[in-house]
C-alpha cells in the first residue's frame, strides 16, 4: 500500500514536471516534402529549423517529419503535430496548401506558415522568395555560358512558382543571347534523384549544355559532371561538392532570419497573418558564389545585376515584354505587379511549347 | 516541335542503361519461378541491394565491391523467404509481400546516413578503337561492365534452361516436383539455390539504379521497378529473350517519352508518362498469345511427406 502510493505521488510529481517544461517551451513544427538530406529545398529548411533552435535553446522545440507526400498524407501528418501540442507549424512545399488550410480550421489556435502558397486565413500566413530574382542571375551566365545555344530547363510542376523562374531565366539569357532557345522537361515532382537524372540526360542528348533545375536533388549535377561539358546551377542550396564544374552559381534560400522572427512572435503574442515575400533585398535568396569556369566580365556583369535587384532599382520583369502568343503585357519601362507574377500561367515571347494543364 | 534533336544513336544508348535493372531482377524471378517458386519480394531485394551496394561502395570507394555486396544481400534477404516458404511451408504470396515490405523499410533504415552522398564512379568499358567507331561505338563499347552483364546473364541461363542436365532438373522441379522427388531430386534444395540466384540478380539491379543510373541513395528509389520485372516475367512467358524484349522495350519507351517532351511534341505530359506501361504489357500480352503456359508447379509449396 505504502509503495503504491509513493509510486503514485512520484509520477504525479514526474508529471506536474514535464508539464511545467511543456508549457513553458514553445513547439515548433516542420513538414517537409523531401528528406532532410536531399542537399537542396529541405535542406535549407532544416537549417532554418536549427538556427531556430540556436537562437531559443531551451524555450523552444522543434519537431519535423520528412518525405511526407503531398495531398492527404501531409494533413495526418500536419493534425498529429497539433495534436502534439504544436504551437506554430511550417509547412514548407506548395502542394501542402490545402491540407494546411483544413487542419488550420481545426485547431484555431495553432499558427501555420505555408511556404510558396497563396491561401491566408486568421491563423494561417504565407511565406516565399523571390527566386525569379535568382533565376534573372542565372539566366544571365547561362546565356553567356552556352556554346550549343541549348538550355535544358527540368521543371518540377506547372505551377506560378516554377513559371515565374522559367521566364525570369529566359527573359535574361536571351537579352544576352538572342539565339538561345529553351528546352523544357516537366518531372512532376519536387524530390525523385531517378526522374531528374533522366530529364537531365535527355536534355543534354538533345545538345543543351546548360541545364536549369526546379527539383531538388543533386541528380542532375551528377549526369552533368558525368556529361563533363555540361553548366549547371544549385537549386535552393549551394551544392557546392559539384564546384567549381559543373555547378558554377547557385540560388540559396535563407530560411533562418524570417522562422526566427516568427517563432519570435509566437512566444510574444504578436503573430499575425502575413503574406511575405522578400527576395535577394532582404537576404531571403542569396547568389552561391559564381565560381572561376565564368568568365570575368560575365560575373562582374552578373553581381550587378545581382546588385541592382538587391537595391529595387531594377526589376526581373521590366518591360517591353510581350505574351509568348504576342500580345503586349508590359510596356517600355513597365514593371510587372505582385499580383500577376503571383498568379503566373503564361510563357513570354519566344519560348517554345505549352503549358501542361 | 523538333524531333531531329532526338539523335537515335544516344537514344538506344541509353535505353539499354534504363532496362538494365528491369533485365537484371527479371531474369533472376525467371529463374526463380521456373523453379516452382512465386516470390514477390522483388522489388524488396532490389532496394536492399540498392542501399547496400552504394553504402559498401562509398565505404570501400570501389564499386566493385559494391556490386558484390549488392548481390550478397539480396541473396540473404532472399534466404528469409527461403525460411518462409520452403522450411515453415508458408504461403508464398503473402511472404514474397512481406519481403518487399520488409526490404523497403530495412533499406530506408540502413540508408539513414547515406542520403544525399556522391558514390566514386562506376568506370566504364574504353576501348580505344572500338568505343570511338561512330554509331556502334556508343551503343555497342561504351556501357559499364554491368550492362553487359546483364545481356551475359540472359543467354546464359537460355541456354542453361534449354542445354543443361542442370536447367532440365530445374524445370523438372517447377513442372511437377513430386515427380522430380520420387526421381531423387532435392527438392528444396534446388528450389533455395533458384530463390538465392534470384535475390542475387535483384540486388545486383538494385545497386545499378544507385550506383550507375542516378547515382544517388534514396529512400524507395526502385520505385517500383521490382514490380514491372515480375510482371514482364509473365507476359514473357518465362522465355529469357522475351523478358530482355520487354525489359529493352520498357526502357525504351521510357526514354523516348522524355525525350518527345523536351522536343516539344503536343502530346500531354501525362499520356507520355503513362505510356510505358502500357505499350510495354500491350506488346507482351500480343507475343504470349502462343501456347506456353506458366510451369505447373507454380506457388505450391512442396513437402516430402506428401
Known amino acids: 500500500m505504502k509503495l503504491t502510493s509513493l509510486l503514485a505521488s512520484a509520477a504525479m510529481a514526474l508529471g506536474l514536471a514535464t508539464g511545467a517544461v511543456a508549457e513553458d517551451k514553445t513547439k515548433v513544427g516542420f513538414v517537409y516534402v523531401g528528406p532532410v538530406g536531399d542537399g537542396g529545398w529541405t535542406y535549407e529548411h532544416n537549417k532554418g529549423r536549427l538556427a531556430v533552435e540556436e537562437q531559443f535553446g531551451d524555450k523552444v522545440e522543434t519537431v519535423y517529419v520528412e518525405s511526407v507526400p503531398e495531398g492527404p498524407d501531409a494533413e495526418r501528418v500536419m493534425t498529429q503535430m497539433a495534436l502534439e501540442g504544436a504551437d506554430l507549424i511550417f509547412t514548407t512545399s506548395f502542394g501542402y496548401m490545402d491540407p494546411t488550410i483544413n487542419v488550420a480550421k481545426k485547431f484555431p489556435k495553432v499558427k501555420f506558415e505555408h511556404a510558396t502558397g497563396y491561401k491566408t486565413a486568421p491563423n494561417v500566413s504565407v511565406y516565399s522568395a523571390r527566386f525569379y530574382e535568382g533565376r534573372a542571375v542565372q539566366g544571365h551566365i547561362a546565356g553567356n555560358m552556352t556554346k550549343s545555344n541549348i538550355i535544358g530547363y527540368i521543371g518540377s510542376y506547372p505551377i506560378p512558382e516554377v513559371i515565374r523562374g522559367i521566364n525570369s531565366a529566359f527573359i535574361h539569357a536571351r537579352k544576352v543571347n538572342p539565339d538561345v532557345q529553351f528546352k523544357i522537361v516537366w518531372a512532376y515532382t519536387w524530390f525523385d534523384p531517378a526522374k531528374e537524372a533522366d530529364a537531365a540526360k535527355v536534355l543534354i542528348e538533345q545538345g543543351a549544355d546548360v541545364i536549369l533545375q526546379h527539383t531538388d536533388s543533386t541528380a542532375p549535377q551528377a549526369a552533368a559532371q558525368a556529361a563533363g561539358n555540361v553548366v549547371t546551377f544549385g537549386q535552393a542550396s549551394d551544392m557546392s561538392e559539384y564546384a567549381p564544374f559543373p555547378r558554377v552559381s547557385s540560388i540559396i534560400d535563407d530560411w533562418a532570419p524570417y522562422y526566427i522572427a516568427r517563432t519570435q512572435a509566437v512566444m510574444d503574442g504578436t503573430w499575425e497573418t502575413a503574406n511575405t515575400w522578400h527576395g535577394i533585398g532582404e537576404g531571403m535568396v542569396a547568389i552561391g558564389e559564381i565560381s572561376d569556369a565564368v568568365p570575368a566580365d560575365v560575373k562582374a556583369e552578373a553581381l550587378a545585376l545581382k546588385a541592382a535587384l538587391g537595391d529595387g532599382s531594377y526589376h526581373a520583369f521590366t518591360g517591353p515584354l510581350k505574351k509568348q502568343d504576342g500580345s503586349d503585357w508590359l510596356a517600355d519601362g513597365e514593371t510587372a505587379d505582385d499580383g500577376t507574377l503571383a498568379g503566373m500561367n503564361f510563357y513570354v515571347e519566344g519560348l517554345e511549347g505549352d503549358i501542361p494543364q | ?306
Open chain 2, 1 to 306: 516541335m523538333d524531333l531531329s534533336a532526338i539523335n537515335p544513336v544516344l537514344l538506344i544508348a541509353s535505353l539499354m542503361v534504363a532496362a538494365t535493372p528491369i533485365l537484371l531482377a527479371a531474369i533472376g524471378e525467371l529463374v526463380v519461378e521456373k523453379a516452382g517458386v512465386l516470390n514477390l519480394g522483388v522489388e524488396g531485394m532490389m532496394i536492399v541491394g540498392a542501399i547496400a551496394g552504394f553504402a559498401i561502395t562509398v565505404e570501400s570507394g570501389s564499386p566493385f565491391f559494391g556490386f558484390i555486396a549488392a548481390a550478397v544481400a539480396g541473396a540473404i534477404l532472399s534466404l528469409l523467404f527461403v525460411v518462409l516458404t520452403q522450411v515453415a511451408q508458408a504461403n508464398q504470396v503473402a511472404s514474397g509481400l512481406a519481403l518487399t515490405l520488409f526490404g523497403l523499410g530495412l533499406s530506408a533504415l540502413m540508408g539513414q546516413g547515406y542520403v544525399g552522398i556522391k558514390p566514386p564512379a562506376t568506370p566504364k568499358l574504353d576501348i580505344p578503337v572500338l568505343s570511338d567507331l561512330p554509331v556502334v561505338g556508343p551503343i555497342l563499347f561504351s556501357h559499364d561492365l554491368v550492362l553487359y552483364l546483364g545481356i551475359a546473364l540472359t543467354a546464359a541461363v537460355w541456354a542453361a534452361l534449354k542445354y543443361t542436365r542442370m536447367g532440365l532438373i530445374l524445370r523438372a522441379v517447377g513442372e511437377n516436383h513430386d515427380a522430380a522427388h520420387a526421381l531423387g531430386y532435392k527438392v528444396v534444395r534446388i528450389r533455395t539455390l533458384a530463390i538465392m540466384f534470384g535475390g542475387a540478380c535483384a540486388g545486383l539491379g538494385g545497386a545499378y539504379i544507385s550506383l550507375i543510373r542516378v547515382p544517388q541513395w534514396t529512400e524507395g528509389m526502385t520505385a517500383g521497378v521490382g514490380w514491372i520485372a515480375l510482371a514482364l516475367v509473365v507476359f514473357a512467358s518465362w522465355k529469357p529473350w522475351r523478358a530482355l524484349l520487354g525489359a529493352y522495350l520498357f526502357g525504351g519507351v521510357t526514354v523516348v517519352q522524355l525525350n518527345l517532351q523536351a522536343a516539344g511534341v503536343a502530346i500531354p505530359v501525362e499520356y507520355l508518362a503513362m505510356s510505358p506501361y502500357l505499350i510495354t504489357i500491350l506488346v507482351l500480352v500480343i507475343l504470349s498469345a502462343d501456347k506456353s503456359s506458366a510451369p505447373a508447379a507454380l506457388g505450391r509449396n512442396f513437402h516430402a511427406s506428401r
